[in-house]
């Protein structure tokens, strides 16, 4: 491997690192009329609303340095609050970055993970407009909070599904979960070698959903340009279960949904043969998708089925018809809020008892 | 001590824990549409400017569990966060909040720290609108981001500061990082000892400072009530003389303040006088004081200097002529970045080439 050069942090200092991480951060957006420097930014949105959401990643929690390199990393923390934006049907436009840095990382890595966030910001028209950098007595932790504007009228909420409305889903599910397992899997095989290359051959596109996920800028914008505003959406972060139930809990709405309508990538099934797993499981758990989940009334059928990349898999029914999944062979599956959730120690049947 | 009740976390799961520390936050601004419970939180500010402010606090760097309360913990995260909103001459409005919690921490050492947060929201009128909680590896991460808002022809950046103007602080300086040495010798004194009561008394100002301070709100009311905005103005974090010098160099501008005019606490200097610091040293680069610094014409020094706990400390020269104290002895010295650093491990030599 090419030996790279290492700055300390230290030579630096605080002041000095986040003078040359935020150098020359040109403004693209009109509402953003102040950036980095100051004790706050200053965002203009006039009539518009501004909608704000936050993440907090944390390092062996959240990623596992051993193999996701701090450019991704970068990029995948920016898309990830992106996501949430788009999810409320609006457009971001500002992130402010916030990191803890333990001495293990130098000003080029650190430098690295701002390339990722940086580039993450271009291609989607986001300034990045405040933050800091700090010690940390372990490990790297980041911090990103993503503003954003909607009109008034379009912002898609989560609690208002109704009755008959028809279910929707972009992409496919379950692929950056299979990327994890893949990941996961070469990592425990070459553990203690290091400089491993493993053969990721033919699953390209599952570790790409996993290490550099996008969020659905497009799908919003095709939803825009057919003036279609979902009753509700969310994005797909903790697995399409959760999030479903997430969205049927705050509508005071049941669902049915169909197994056989999940869209599911090639890549992603040959995984979960291999891996001897559950496919639906995969789909319907698996989590960091980052697709968007929306409900639109049952009219715009057609419409919405027109959107490439956009499948329509269920509906929305009264809230005593509670929430199921019906299965190829016409069984009736309750859905479960089994996603994401490292703070719990649940058994599989407590699971089952929500 | 009283036994107190403790909740694993893992009993309630990730959107237990959210659920039970954000169940019934009203909404108190006009421009808090939505708060808790979306993809985003949706705010409303019509034709006012959107300010936002972020900071991550992590244990063992930003703060000590030995001995400060987690309920003192919650409110400070709050306050500094509204303290550089009012230093923008704004008005804070929302914040969200994000926490990493390792196993060690309890549902009810959580609530302790949330029931700071929302002393701190109500005590300043700021609308909790967002956050989520995860796990973590080790230790407590605390990251707040603070929205507020502010009239165009009102906020007060860092680089407004012209020939002639005055310089002016808030209340008194050094009194915050005197508390910290303090905790800090009584830590050293009880090592080992659990259940330790120091003796504390006749310096509980300067306790107060450092564990429960907070955002001068009023001043940015006065100075609003005699239609005064300053031309520059910053909250001090770093210490005097690090944000001084961020406002000389942001304005290109020089400075002149006397080491006579800053204000100092007879318990700062009882407690310099104990520790054998020098108290300048203290109240210059002391740090957390979240006291304002601004400037303001030279035309409105009888105006100023009659608000309630405002003092004239020097005035902004021509940029050539450097940025230096004059001390009670009529020697110039000059001004050092010294401030909290602690990615940096900068000699007293380095320091001095700043």
Known sequence: MEQQKRTEI?????????????????????SSLK??????????YGDKRVLVTTDLLLEGIHFDLTYVPL????????????SDIYAMN????????????????SVEDIEELYAGIRLACEIYGVDLVGGDTSASMTGLTIS??????????????????????????????GAAYMGLQLLEREKAVFAGESDFTPAFEGREYLLERQ????????????LAERNIVPTAMMDISDGLSSELLHIC??????????????????????????????????ALNGGEDYEL?????????????AIPGVRVIGHITAPSLGCYMLTRDDTEIALRAQGWNSLAEETADEKNEE
Do not use: W
């Not at 290490?211 to 095709?222: F, G, H, M, N, T």
């Open 10 to 30: 230290a030579t630096l200092g605080e002041f000095g690192l986040i003078r040359r991480l935020t150098a020359d951060i040109p403004l693209k957006n009109a």
């Open 35 to 44: 950036g980095v420097g100051d004790d706050a930014a200053v965002l203009n």
């Open 71 to 82: 450019k991704h990393l970068g990029y995948k923390s920016a898309v990830v609050n992106f």
């Open 90 to 105: 609006g457009r971001p436009c500002q992130i402010t970055v916030s990191l803890g840095v333990s001495k293990r990382f």
């Open 144 to 173: 990103i909070t993503c503003m954003g504007e909607a009109e008034a009228d379009k912002i898609a909420y989560r609690n208002g599904a109704r009755e008959n409305d028809l279910i929707c889903v972009s992409g496919d599910l």
């Open 211 to 222: 290490l550099k996920p996008e969020a659905r800028k497009d799908i919003v914008a095709a």
């Open 249 to 282: 809990t705050q509508s005071n709405v049941g669902c049915r949904i169909y197994e056989d309508r999940i869209p599911i990538d090639y890549q992603t099934a040959v995984m979960a043969e291999e891996f001897n797993m559950s496919l639906v499981t995969a």
């Open 293 to 305: 989940l929306f409900t639109v009334p049952l009219t715009l059928h057609d419409e919405v089925a």
